[in-house]
């Protein structure tokens, strides 16, 4: 039993360079994660803001569509929304697969990034607020210097498990023909005629990544912590 266990994971890596198949798909979910997060972070700084500025001015009209697109996003499935977003956005067959997924991903994260930050933000006292505006800062200013810095403190482990959840949801890629990690797995194992071995090195692959950002994350709050106590 060893040997056939042995025998099909050897198959699933190496006759063929089949390695080569998982280190691309490795690439394409770590770029997709990248861009996404990136994208998620900027959308929910915004959303977060508007919310939270505009709550109490003439815009709340403004607030109504940030909470529609928040409710949107955060009640239907993550892979209808891939489709719904393929379809009706990226039609053309010249589309970048990154720029797809990355988009996608970016869009879905931002609305739980926009819950987290706006609850950062409101974690901070008011006075803070006061305090920038009475040194002569505009509200932006005030927002950007004084308010965000201490909000993302407060709320980094919970940035943190987004991002982890964003990149294991990079999984689902393969329904909009992104070639990422978990796809280039379904690849070899058509090739193999044995699909588990190739799924568990993606799953292997997957938790190193966790494993390997959870730990990173943790160096980062023990510095920001010292930095507190300092």
Not at 40 to 52: D, F, P, S, T
Not at 83 to 103: C, D, K, M, P, Q
Request: hydrophobic share 50%; charged share 15%; net charge positive.
């Amino acid at each position: 039993m060893f040997e056939s266990l042995r025998d099909s994971f050897y198959n699933a890596l190496i006759p063929d360079q089949r390695y080569l198949a998982y280190l691309d798909g490795l690439k394409i979910t770590l770029l997709i994660s990248f861009f996404a997060i990136i994208l998620g972070i900027a959308i929910g700084i915004l959303v977060a803001v508007v919310k939270v500025t505009a709550m109490n001015s003439k815009m709340k009209w403004l607030v109504a569509i940030c909470n529609l697109y928040i409710n949107i996003i955060r009640g239907t499935p993550l892979m209808v929304q891939l489709l719904i977003i393929y379809n009706l956005i990226f039609t053309s067959r010249n589309t970048n697969e990154l720029l797809v997924g990355a988009v996608c991903f970016g869009i879905n994260s931002g609305a739980y990034v926009a819950e987290i930050i706006r609850a950062g933000i409101e974690s901070i006292d008011r006075g803070q607020m006061e305090a920038g505006r009475s040194l002569g800062l505009n509200y932006l200013q005030t927002m950007k210097l004084i308010i965000l810095p201490q909000a993302v403190r407060n709320i980094l482990p919970a940035l943190g498990n987004e991002f982890i959840v964003l990149i294991k949801e990079t999984s689902v890629a393969g329904v909009i023909a992104v070639t990422d990690l978990t796809k280039a797995a379904q690849y070899v194992g058509s090739r193999t005629w044995d699909i588990l071995p190739p799924l568990v090195i993606a799953a292997a692959c997957y938790l190193v990544l966790v494993m390997g950002l959870t730990k990173l994350l943790g160096v980062l709050e023990r510095r920001l912590g010292k930095g507190d106590r300092h």
